[in-house]
């Protein structure tokens, strides 16, 4: 992602108004500090690329990653607003990207059922590296404060997402950071002090097939969905409203 756009003044409402394991696991209070995890502004997706692996390394996740979906949130505007983020200058944590990376933890209803969380529950969880937001958090929550699909958006603004299966990430995706550099060649922020990522198959960059995002052809039975999630390199797209029936549609199947 580049350096996050200021808010549009008159906001972007519509109006222009204003693994299983045979212990029950507690994913919130077992969760590492953010300091565990790789993180540089402005690279999103590189940063949630090394939290999965780390996540499977650590003991967090599945050692395969086969809980893990990483999550593309952009739209064929590239203007996506989201609350909650620490780069933001606002109050409410507003934050106008032209995409964002997070990851999704889901757990199968089998184990969802041997979990346990402090209100004694266990849900989907959101690591989210710039949230201000607890990290994780559970899905629910994140939908709510982050994303507030209950808000009226004019239509350049509506998010879409893409929804990937780690293990397919971890393998295919790539990035040279050519979108991070100006015309004359210069950082628009920065970049990781480590060497850019190279997909398994050779790939020198690919980070566009993860970003564009169309609302044709878009599917809409959340079985499809789930098929395409693990089965698509690139995973599938889907619109805010389908975020949480898709992950409910992948516990199901698990």
């Given at each position: 992602?580049v350096?996050?756009s200021?808010?549009?003044?008159q906001?972007v409402?519509g109006?222009?108004s204003d693994i299983?394991d045979d ?9 590492p500090d953010?300091?565990c995890?790789m993180?540089t502004?402005?690279?999103?997706e590189?940063n949630?690329?090394?939290l ?7 003991g967090?996740?599945d050692?395969r990653?086969i809980?893990?979906?990483v999550?593309f949130?952009s739209?064929h505007?590239r203007q996506v607003?989201l609350w909650?983020?620490?780069a ?17 933890q889901?757990?199968s209803n089998?184990?969802r059922?041997?979990?346990?969380v402090?209100?004694?529950t ?12 607890p990290?994780?958090s559970?899905?629910?929550?994140y939908?709510i ?7 009226l958006?004019h239509?350049?603004f509506?998010?879409?997402?893409r929804?990937?299966?780690a293990?397919h990430f971890?393998k295919y ?12 060649g210069?950082w ?17 960059n690919?980070l566009?097939?993860y ?9 809409t039975?959340?079985?499809?969905l789930?098929?395409d999630?693990f089965s ?7 619109s805010e ?5 898709l992950?409910?549609?992948?516990q199901?199947?698990k």
């Amino acid at each position: 992602m580049v350096v996050p756009s200021d808010p549009p003044q008159q906001g972007v409402s519509g109006t222009g108004s204003d693994i299983e394991d045979d212990e029950p696991v507690d994913y919130v209070s077992s969760a590492p500090d953010f300091s565990c995890f790789m993180h540089t502004p402005c690279y999103c997706e590189e940063n949630v690329y090394f939290l999965c692996k780390k996540m499977m390394q650590m003991g967090l996740s599945d050692p395969r990653g086969i809980d893990l979906f990483v999550v593309f949130i952009s739209n064929h505007n590239r203007q996506v607003p989201l609350w909650k983020q620490k780069a933001s200058k606002e109050d409410d944590g507003l934050v106008l990207w032209d995409y964002h990376v997070i990851c999704i933890q889901s757990k199968s209803n089998k184990n969802r059922q041997r979990c346990r969380v402090s209100e004694g529950t266990c849900d989907d969880f959101v690591w989210d590296l710039d949230s201000t937001l607890p990290f994780p958090s559970p899905l629910n929550q994140y939908v709510i404060e982050t994303i507030k699909p209950t808000l009226l958006l004019h239509t350049n603004f509506r998010r879409l997402f893409r929804i990937i299966h780690a293990p397919h990430f971890i393998k295919y995706f790539a990035s040279d950071r050519s979108h991070m550099r100006d015309s004359n060649g210069n950082w628009l922020s920065p970049p990781p002090p480590y060497e850019p990522i190279v997909s398994e198959d050779g790939i020198l960059n690919n980070l566009t097939d993860y970003i564009e995002m169309h609302t044709q052809n878009m599917k809409t039975d959340f079985e499809d969905l789930v098929f395409d999630v693990f089965s698509n390199n690139v995973g599938t797209v889907i619109s805010e409203t389908q975020l949480e029936g898709l992950f409910s549609s992948i516990q199901d199947r698990k």
